[in-house]
């Protein structure tokens, strides 16, 4: 077992994270446990409640990696000023990365924090960096003096395709429908702006 001088606390936070990473991506988040991030990184359980609150408070700091990893994929792609053409494309790279990486998706979803846990600030602003950039593919369907709209907007198409992704990694899809997850995403950019053009005062808060 190695001792905790053989590495500085900054490369034994980037080792657990690491480690934690490779069990959920291989097995899945319900086998992640202290012991097994312990023994993987060669070090003690007791190491690893000196770098983190509890295993709640790793899980947080991987969700975190994870949005990160999105919001850099996702903020890669470049606008087009065709709200169809740049949520097809946003929506594309997000299915993408689910695809590639389906347990960390699951984590970042189904993972329940203990009841009383309050996110941290910083977790919350990166959720709603990822959300700014569906409204700034919203923008050109709502004027200035609407921006409340197009933030509400923005998170009910986040969560509509949130349902699509979910029954996907639950096998549940092909009970409903013989589409891909692709194909629905991008027939839900297509109704969903359709509704916004035909309805001019939609029936979202903040107006």
């Known amino acids: 077992m190695g001792r905790r ?8 936070y980037e080792m657990t994270v690491a480690a934690a990473r490779g069990i959920v991506e291989a097995h899945g988040f319900r086998a992640l446990t202290v012991r097994k991030i312990a023994d ?6 007791g190491t690893l409640y000196n770098l983190f609150d509890n295993l709640d ?6 969700n975190g990696g994870t949005l990160d990893e999105l919001f850099d994929r996702l903020s890669a792609i470049e606008g087009s000023g065709d709200p169809t053409l740049d949520l097809d494309r946003l929506l594309g790279a997000y299915l993408a990365y689910l695809e590639a990486h389906p347990n960390l998706w699951n984590l970042l979803f189904e993972y329940t924090r203990p009841e009383g846990q309050v996110l941290p600030k910083w977790y919350v ?13 919203l923008s050109p369907r709502f004027p200035e003096d609407r921006a409340n709209e197009k933030r509400h907007a923005a998170r009910v198409l986040w969560a509509s ?6 029954l996907s990694q639950a096998g549940k899809l092909e ?9 629905m995403a991008r027939l839900l950019v297509s109704i969903f702006l359709t509704g916004l053009e035909t309805t001019s005062t939609p ?4 107006r």
């Not at 001088?5 to 034994?12: A, N």
């Open 5 to 12: 001088s053989d590495h500085s606390r900054e490369e034994l």
């Open 40 to 45: 993987a990184i060669g070090y003690s359980a």
């Open 57 to 62: 408070d790793l899980i947080i700091r991987l």
């Open 125 to 137: 602003d990166r959720v709603a960096d990822i959300l700014g950039l569906l409204e700034q593919a």
């Open 161 to 166: 395709l949130h349902g699509i992704c979910s």
């Open 175 to 183: 009970v409903v429908t013989t589409q891909t997850p692709r194909e």
């Open 203 to 206: 029936n979202l808060p903040g």
